[in-house]
């Protein structure tokens, strides 16, 4: 059975359509086009090492716009196939190493092992780590009011050594101003709750070249075998679906250079593909220059399990 047939049936039949067919495209969303530079090709018992990981960040909010991007690399665990390096330029010298060659030289690239950068990425895409800053804050704050609330208990203590006589008068004033902050405090935690729930997760829909037959199959092996239990639950809960580009183009054949240039991409970009950001940009210039926009019939479902849908359908042809 062929890789991309057993692909397609397993989108297909995926449970969870529902979800991805209610969605709601007119709500807030980020869209992440991304791209990976592989190690070689998907054969019938895995997909090949990730050598690259990249994306583009646009936050879908009516008109508004904003962009983030990322970039990792991954140290290979396989060698890298000859016609693998002579596309993305990458290779092995040490079968651990990577390195970028560039004019007769090889530049050495800060590679991380996959199971680090593949939870690194889930994290960038469900922005795990601008919560993580949100809640640095609030415990700092909390540290610097229970360092307030024990000099005033130092405080306190010295006054009614100087003033027995109006004891009582400032256990009265003091009950008064506890039961006064207690309901400051309270408030303050009622508002925190109010601007939490304002600020929801944003669900998360992918969008690349070729994605279909290549990239969302190898994401996914990738999340099947790396991804911690908490970043599986939420990857499970944001991801809502995948789009892919030569797809929307009614595209069954041509390269991302190919159709870049039919669209008047320059040079510049064109001499740069192959590199997962400038592939990223790529994606981004066609559907801006085709004014294609993201719509329900565009979406498929993304499961990480899509991978082991495939490979027991295999064994069961």
Not at 79 to 91: F, Q, R, V
Not at 175 to 203: F, T, V
Request: glycine share 4%.
């Amino acid at each position: 059975m062929s890789f991309s047939v057993s692909r397609k049936r397993a989108f297909n039949q995926i449970a969870e359509t529902t979800v991805v067919e209610k969605f709601d495209l007119t709500q807030p969303y980020d869209l992440v086009v991304y791209d990976f530079e592989t190690g070689g090709f998907i054969s019938k018992s895995s997909g090949p090492d990730i050598l690259q990981i990249a994306a583009l960040r646009i936050q879908m909010n009516g008109d508004k716009r904003t962009i983030e991007k990322y970039s990792q690399y991954l140290q290979p665990t396989k060698n890298i196939t000859p016609g693998a390096s002579k596309c993305n330029k990458l290779y092995s010298r040490t079968g651990k190493d990577l390195v970028l060659k560039q004019d007769g030289s090889f530049t050495p690239l800060a590679a991380k092992p996959a199971h680090v950068a593949v939870n690194e990425f889930a994290e960038w895409l469900l922005r795990l780590n601008e919560e993580d800053d949100e809640v640095k804050e609030q415990d700092d704050s909390n540290e610097n009011e229970d360092d307030i609330d024990s000099q005033e208990t130092e405080n306190e203590g010295e006054d009614q050594e100087e003033e027995p006589e109006i004891e009582e008068q400032e256990e009265s004033e003091v009950e008064e101003n506890e039961d006064g902050s207690e309901e400051q405090e309270e408030d303050s935690e009622e508002q925190e709750e109010e601007n939490h729930e304002e600020k929801p997760r944003l669900p998360v829909i992918l969008i690349g070249f070729n994605n279909f037959n290549f990239d969302d199959p190898i994401l996914s092996e990738n999340f099947n075998k790396h991804l911690t239990a908490d970043n599986a639950a939420l990857i499970r809960e944001q991801l809502i679906a995948s789009a892919d580009l030569r797809d929307m183009l009614n595209r069954k054949k041509g390269t991302l250079t190919e159709i870049l240039k039919e669209n008047g991409g320059s040079t510049s970009l064109t001499a740069k593909l192959h590199e997962g950001l400038a592939d990223c940009k790529a994606v981004l210039f066609i559907l801006g220059k085709k004014k294609l926009k993201i719509m329900q019939k565009h979406l498929r479902p993304f499961t990480d399990s899509l991978m082991e849908e495939y490979h027991n359908r295999a064994k069961r042809s």
